[in-house]
T-cell receptor, first 115, second 113 residues
Framework: KAGVTQTPRYLIKTRGQQVTLSCSPI?????VSWYQQTPGQGLQFLFE???????NKGNFPGRFSGRQFSNSRSEMNVSTLELGDSALYLC??????????????FGQGTRLTVV | EDQVTQSPEALRLQEGESSSLNCSYT??????LFWYRQDPGKGPEFLFT???AGEEKEKERLKATLTKKESFLHITAPKPEDSATYLC??????????????FGKGTKLSVKP
């Protein structure tokens, strides 16, 4: 069974640009969550999508947005990039909505560097 | 506020030297405690889920246990390939997090041959 696939694996962007990251969940999984990982803050929750609807959102500015398609694939967008947005962005898929003790399975992440 | 604290931050062991990692949590209503392993530059790999105090789960050299306020990840006779960062996360049913995973900062384990 294929795991969670994130593309691209690495990105270098300039301040002020925008970026779109993609995530394909495990087949049959309907929940996709996004996390930001930095050395100082660790893993922080961005948002969760389930059945094409955002169900939950973390404490990040509106520059961070996402969406989910009918095939459960998800994209995350960051506009007006700042240096502090440099991080490993992780996508996690679950068969059901998170919050009910359901395991989440992570992809390899996208390493975003903002210069 | 929900909080997950892992200790120690870093742990160096000799091959074969058993030890334990700690994860303490303060949440309103625990719906699950999760252990993950993360290698450098990679995404977290799921290890265990624990749901209630007294529960234990094992996988090879790893054993996870849960009490009402903390979880332990016991590593028996570790090998160099066990070197990684171990992350603990919780689901809080009642808290303001609305059910997303709340992660600790992790314990970086190094096992020397």
């Amino acid at each position: 069974k294929a795991g969670v696939t994130q593309t691209p694996r690495y990105l270098i962007k300039t301040r002020g640009q925008q970026v779109t990251l993609s995530c394909s969940p495990i087949s049959g999984h309907r929940s996709v969550s996004w996390y930001q990982q930095t050395p100082g803050q660790g893993l922080q929750f961005l948002f969760e999508y389930f059945s094409e609807t955002q169900r939950n959102k973390g404490n990040f500015p509106g520059r961070f947005s996402g969406r989910q398609f009918s095939n459960s694939r998800s994209e995350m967008n960051v506009s007006t990039l700042e240096l502090g947005d440099s991080a490993l962005y992780l996508c996690a898929s679950s068969p059901r909505r998170t919050g009910g003790g359901t395991e989440a399975f992570f992809g390899q992440g996208t390493r975003l560097t903002v210069v | 506020e929900d909080q997950v604290t892992q200790s120690p931050e870093a742990l160096r062991l000799q091959e074969g030297e058993s030890s334990s990692l700690n994860c303490s949590y303060t949440v309103s209503g625990l719906r699950g405690l999760f252990w993950y392993r993360q290698d450098p530059g990679k995404g977290p790999e799921f290890l265990f889920t624990l749901y209630s105090a007294g529960e234990e789960k094992e996988k090879e050299r790893l054993k996870a246990t849960l009490t009402k306020k903390e979880s332990f990840l016991h590593i028996t006779a570790p090998k160099p390939e066990d070197s990684a960062t171990y992350l603990c996360a919780v689901h809080d049913y009642y808290g303001g997090s609305q059910g997303n995973l709340i992660f600790g900062k992790g314990t970086k384990l190094s096992v020397k041959p």
